[in-house]
């Protein structure tokens, strides 16, 4: 079984590619790869996948790194899951892999290898409708996952109905709320699943008292219309987050085959450089030191 839904996934993410089509969902403001007027037998192309949660801090990289290098392509294929795109990157069909989860040893073929490069906050955000809710305790974000607190007049808000937007128990993001908010409490059946962390950005911003939960770096990048909130009176901020009061970050790798071609082996360098931290911690996300 194991076999037959890896085939699967490779499938998909080859559908993706014959499509040549950028991820949407997570897709940064002008973000389109800035592209050589060199003819295309000289352009080297640098095929890359990342799971929903890292396609905007590749992509930063990689708007970064073409317009120094004009030479160079990077197209992304349509995202999925790290275990999906770590076998897409096992199988030859991207150069590069973007993955919010170490290597497992179950995916460790021995000819491939992790480095985890960038942190980025994870942000407890509701829609801008949200008025007089600034910082949630615990207990209130426990409560409102669970439904117990339906409505945002209990916590000095609106008269309105608490909308909460979802990511499946398997994601970074729920992983991390579980860890650090929610316990194992049960969420409420009432809140809206979304499967990428795009859907849940889209809908949070067009969905008016909703709730949810992604990352501070992509709201910053986007600057996006959405009210930041306060978790036990620590704003999500890097800053609070190097001082060890914000715990809740997502932990951002890649992953690339040992004898990489030069193309890629350039831009990896350039992701672990002086030049690429300066990138990232210009746009909200932390370096991994």
């Keep these: 079984m194991k076999k037959i839904a890896e085939s699967t996934i490779i499938a998909i993410i080859l559908l993706g590619l014959c499509s040549c089509n950028s991820v949407k969902t997570?897709?940064?403001?002008?973000s389109n790869p800035v592209t050589s007027q060199t003819d295309s037998q000289d352009q080297k192309l640098i095929k890359i996948g990342g799971s929903s949660s890292t396609v905007t801090v590749l992509k930063l990289l990689a708007k970064g790194y073409e317009s120094q290098n004009k030479t160079v392509k990077i197209e992304f294929i349509s995202n999925s899951q790290s275990e999906?795109?770590?076998?897409?990157?096992?199988?030859?069909?991207?150069?590069i892999a973007g993955s919010s989860h170490k290597l497992k040893p179950e995916e460790d073929n021995g000819k491939i290898q992790y480095r985890e490069f960038a942190q980025d906050l994870l942000l407890i955000a509701t829609h801008n409708s949200v008025?007089?809710?600034?910082?949630?305790?615990?207990?209130?974000?426990k409560a409102i996952y669970k439904g117990e607190i339906k409505?945002?007049?209990e916590l000095g808000g609106p008269d309105a109905n608490i909308v909460v937007l979802d990511r499946p128990e398997d994601e970074s993001a729920k992983k991390l709320l579980r860890k650090y908010y929610l316990g194992e409490d049960k969420t409420t059946t009432k809140a809206v699943i979304l499967n990428k962390e795009g859907e849940l950005i889209e809908t949070l911003q067009s969905t008016p008292n909703s709730i949810g939960a992604f990352s501070l770096a992509y709201s910053l990048i986007n600057q996006l219309p959405v009210n930041h909130l306060s978790l036990n009176g620590v704003a999500p901020k890097s800053q609070n987050f190097s001082s060890g009061q914000y715990k809740m970050v997502r932990r951002i790798g890649i992953l690339w085959n040992k004898t990489p071609s030069a193309a890629t082996q350039n831009f990896i360098d350039f992701i672990l450089s002086k030049e690429g931290e300066k990138l990232l911690q210009n746009n909200g996300f932390v370096p991994t030191k």
């Design 26 to 30: 997570t897709e940064l403001k002008d």
């Design 84 to 95: 999906g795109v770590i076998a897409a990157l096992k199988n030859n069909i991207i150069d």
């Design 131 to 141: 008025k007089g809710v600034n910082n949630l305790s615990t207990k209130q974000l």
């Design 151 to 153: 409505n945002w007049r």
